[in-house]
């Protein structure tokens, strides 16, 4: 158990639709990272939030969008959802902002768009 | 950019067998090197990681890695693997000023009686 909760573990929805995924880091954590990972693309780095500040972008679409609360849960809001969309997305969290710091990976949620 | 090739995306190996996966990066910098495990529905666990020091480096479950410079790869290695190694395995890197990580493709291990 890596201390990193995601919800919901399944979605599926239609396309045009509008998500929202969430994270829990472990306890401690003060980072939050969001990858997609897809047959096709594999494992890419979407966003990064560190203690509610957003810190470093990947190859995230302007239809998504994400967010750390005072908690330091994590969001992250997919919209206007297009059947390339369909992919298992993971949160991490680590200790600090630092790259060379491991990142902790939930088990993921993996989206469905009919 | 960075860019990470994981050189094999699918090593069967039977059961006590020694097994390594590739893995070469291109970045002109200091790097930051992991590997990184997933097995069936489940996220990544970091096996080891490179960041400064001694090239060979030792991680969970029997795992080792070395990171030679000047061929630009961190080969992951295993003496005796076990059916519960099958999993599929990530090679990531990041640049030492970067704040993000690139991984491979990734590599299915499969483990074979």
């Known amino acids: 158990d890596s201390g990193v909760t995601q919800t919901p573990k399944h979605l599926i929805t239609a396309t045009g639709q509008r998500v929202t995924l969430r994270c829990s880091p472990r306890?401690?954590?003060?980072?939050v990272y969001w990858y997609q990972q897809s047959l096709d693309q594999g494992l890419q780095f979407l966003i990064q939030?560190?203690?509610?500040?957003?810190?470093a972008k990947g190859n995230i679409l302007e239809r998504f969008s994400a967010q750390q609360f005072p908690d330091l849960h994590s969001e992250l809001n997919l919209s206007s959802l297009e059947l390339g969309d369909s992919a298992l997305y993971f949160c991490?969290?680590?200790?600090?902002?630092?790259?060379?710091?491991?990142?902790?990976f939930g088990d993921g949620t993996r989206l469905s768009i009919l | 950019a960075q860019s990470v090739t994981q050189l094999d995306s699918q090593v069967p190996v039977f059961e006590e067998a020694p097994v390594e996966l590739r893995c070469n990066y291109s970045s002109s910098v200091s790097v930051y090197l992991f590997w990184y495990v997933q097995y069936p529905n489940q996220g990544l666990q970091l096996l080891l990681k490179?960041?400064?020091?001694?090239?060979l480096v030792k991680g969970i479950n029997g795992f080792e890695a070395e990171f030679n410079k000047s061929q630009t790869s961190f080969h992951l290695r295993k003496p005796s693997v076990h059916i519960s190694d099958t999993a599929e395995y990530f090679c990531a890197v990041s640049d030492a000023g970067a704040q993000k990580l690139v991984f491979g493709q990734g590599t299915r291990l499969t483990i074979n009686p």
């Open positions: 490179y960041l400064s020091g001694s090239t």
């Open positions: 306890s401690g954590d003060l980072s």
């Open positions: 991490a969290s680590s200790a600090t902002d630092r790259v060379n710091q491991p990142q902790h």
């Open positions: 939030y560190y203690n509610g500040e957003e810190r």
